[in-house]
T-cell receptor, first 112, second 112 residues
Framework: SQTIHQWPATLVQPVGSPLSLECTVEGTSNPNLYWYRQAAGRGLQLLFYSVGIGQISSEVPQNLSASRPQDRQFILSSKKLLLSDSGFYLC???????????FGEGSWLTVV | KQEVTQIPAALSVPEGENLVLNCSFTDSAIYNLQWFRQDPGKGLTSLLLIQSSQREQTSGRLNASLDKSSGRSTLYIAASQPGDSATYLCAVNDQAGTALIFGKGTTLSVSS
């Protein structure tokens, strides 16, 4: 069966520090991968999605970036965090676009 | 630009009641619609997926309907239980099939 792992689960980072959130999927090949952010009172916002290795699409301009170095690995990064980057970050995958989407357990980021 | 709205934002009911959660979307040209459940501080769990050509889907005590032409979906929960307490999110895939657009959710509390 397929599983999705996301880490770290929680982190507190100072403003201006770098960020790296990692996500891996097991049990499937060539999944579509997604990073979402859930900020208080704002719902889920799609940040990045990827349909294959090295193929990244960005939905919103920001100081975040994403990379997909391997088929089932998706990384969310920032060189310098802002206070507004605080939130709950969720990685997700689907077999193909438009199919059921499965989420990881999320990463709580607090920028102080 | 597609927008998804969920009403009510919060709902409290006694155990055993049947209830309906509402979701509306502004652009009827959707690929599919999904309902998710989110427990506090956790990731999302997919409940039901309705393709644009379908009218409803059922899973156990849950029934989701879709009226694509009017831009509406409902999630019906029969015989509610305290374990149903969670936030329920509605999301639509646009025609490109790459971006799930979420509502802000309805937070349900079922008291025993």
């Amino acid at each position: 069966s397929q599983t999705i792992h996301q880490w770290p689960a929680t982190l507190v980072q100072p403003v201006g520090s770098p960020l790296s959130l990692e996500c891996t999927v097991e049990g499937t090949s060539n999944p579509n991968l997604y990073w979402y952010r859930q900020a208080a009172g704002r719902g889920l916002q799609l940040l990045f999605y990827s349909v294959g290795i090295g193929q990244i699409s960005s939905e919103v301009p920001q100081n975040l970036s994403a990379s997909r170095p391997q088929d089932r690995q998706f990384i969310l990064s920032s060189k310098k965090l802002l206070l507004s980057d605080s939130g709950f970050y969720l990685c997700a995958w689907s077999v193909y676009s438009g199919n059921t989407i499965y989420f990881g357990e999320g990463s709580w980021l607090t920028v102080v | 630009k597609q927008e998804v709205t969920q009403i009510p934002a919060a709902l409290s009911v006694p155990e055993g009641e049947n209830l309906v959660l509402n979701c509306s979307f502004t652009d009827s040209a959707i690929y599919n619609l999904q309902w998710f459940r989110q427990d506090p501080g956790k990731g999302l769990t997919s409940l039901l997926l309705i393709q644009s050509s379908q009218r409803e889907q059922t899973s156990g005590r849950l029934n989701a309907s879709l009226d694509k032409s009017s831009g509406r979906s409902t999630l019906y929960i029969a015989a509610s239980q305290p374990g149903d307490s969670a936030t329920y999110l509605c999301a639509v895939n646009d025609q490109a099939g790459t971006a799930l657009i979420f509502g802000k959710g309805t937070t349900l509390s079922v008291s025993s």
